[in-house]
């Protein structure tokens, strides 16, 4: 059981599949993380602190909140080998805690932006399910896109996951120390 409690060390568990057809592309992301949904939604909706541990990120605030509902910014460049795309966004997210999280451009250098994140129990561990369509601005070719797409998307998820296994470590509480007697 201890062995299953374990944060992976590759990203080989994060399957994503990348569509892009034409100006659209699709994103769908599946993985499970072994963390309670509430220790992975802190994570996912820190969006204040999402730049000190998604490294694509030069930027991210957010800039109001209305409930339920937050206005945020990011910035970032995207990179893999020679190929690198600065992006920004200013988004709405509207929040379910601990179940969902709806996203939608309201600028940036995409033409449209839609995405969903749900937060499903398994087996004592959260399943995170992602998915994302755009509209780019600019053409993506189909397979250097597919790869370069599927590698950020990755990059991203495997980041979160590691921050969320971090502030498990620090806020699980230690075995106190037993001194033996003499």
């Not at 969320?164 to 230690?174: A, E, H, Y």
């Amino acid at each position: 059981m201890q062995l299953a409690m374990a944060a992976p060390t590759t990203d080989e568990d994060i399957e994503v599949k990348v569509k892009i057809d034409g100006e659209s592309v699709t994103v769908d992301l599946s993985l499970v993380v072994p963390a309670t949904r509430h220790e992975v939604w802190l994570v996912l909706t820190d969006f204040g602190h999402m730049a000190d541990f998604v490294s694509n990120l030069k930027e991210s605030r957010v800039i109001s909140t209305s409930g339920n509902t937050l206005k945020i910014f990011q910035r970032g460049v995207a990179a893999y080998g020679p190929i690198n795309f600065p992006f920004e966004s200013t988004r709405e997210i509207r929040l379910t805690p601990f179940d969902k999280i709806k996203s939608h451009m309201l600028s940036g250098n995409m033409r449209r932006m839609e995405g969903m994140t749900r937060l499903i129990d398994e087996n004592g561990q959260t399943r995170i399910i992602y998915h994302t369509d755009t509209i780019q601005e600019v053409w993506v070719p189909p397979l250097a896109g597919n790869i370069f797409i599927e590698h950020e998307v990755r990059e991203q998820f495997k980041e979160m996951r590691a921050e969320i296994m971090k502030r498990k470590r620090v806020n699980t509480p230690s075995a106190p120390i037993k001194i033996p007697a003499h």
